[in-house]
């Protein structure tokens, strides 16, 4: 069962990504709305990982879940993305676990409760 939602607006074809923990957006219904997206992730305890800033000032706002993964690091090669992304993904994940908010960028982490 699926733990992860991968926003449209992020790679489909990510090695990282292609386990039984993630579902992309794509494979649902790419025309969804960010509330479409958010109540599908809420509705099926699923974590969004986007770099859609409206998820992360969403989950401010609000208690889990879902949960979210803000995915901050500007425009960039995808060889880059895919290095940058693979290097810490690991603590992604580890803070996933106690934050409501990950935000994720080319230098630092940061978890926010």
């Known amino acids: 069962m699926a733990k992860f939602l991968i ?3 992020l790679p489909y074809y990510f090695s990282l990504w292609k386990s039984e923990d993630y ?3 794509q494979d649902i219904d790419d025309t969804w709305s960010d509330s479409q997206i958010w109540r599908y992730a809420q509705e099926n305890n699923l ?3 986007s ?3 409206d998820f992360s000032n969403r989950i401010l706002l609000k208690q ?3 949960k979210v993964i803000h995915i901050r690091y500007g425009n960039m090669k995808m060889r880059e993305f895919f290095l940058t992304t693979t290097k810490v993904w690991e603590q992604v994940l580890a803070l996933n676990q106690t934050h409501k908010l990950v935000n994720v960028f080319k230098d630092h982490l940061e978890g926010i409760n």
Request: charged share 20%.
């Open 7 to 9: 926003d449209v607006n």
């Open 23 to 25: 579902i992309h957006q």
């Open 47 to 49: 974590t969004i990982i």
């Open 51 to 53: 770099k859609d800033a």
């Open 64 to 66: 889990p879940p879902p």
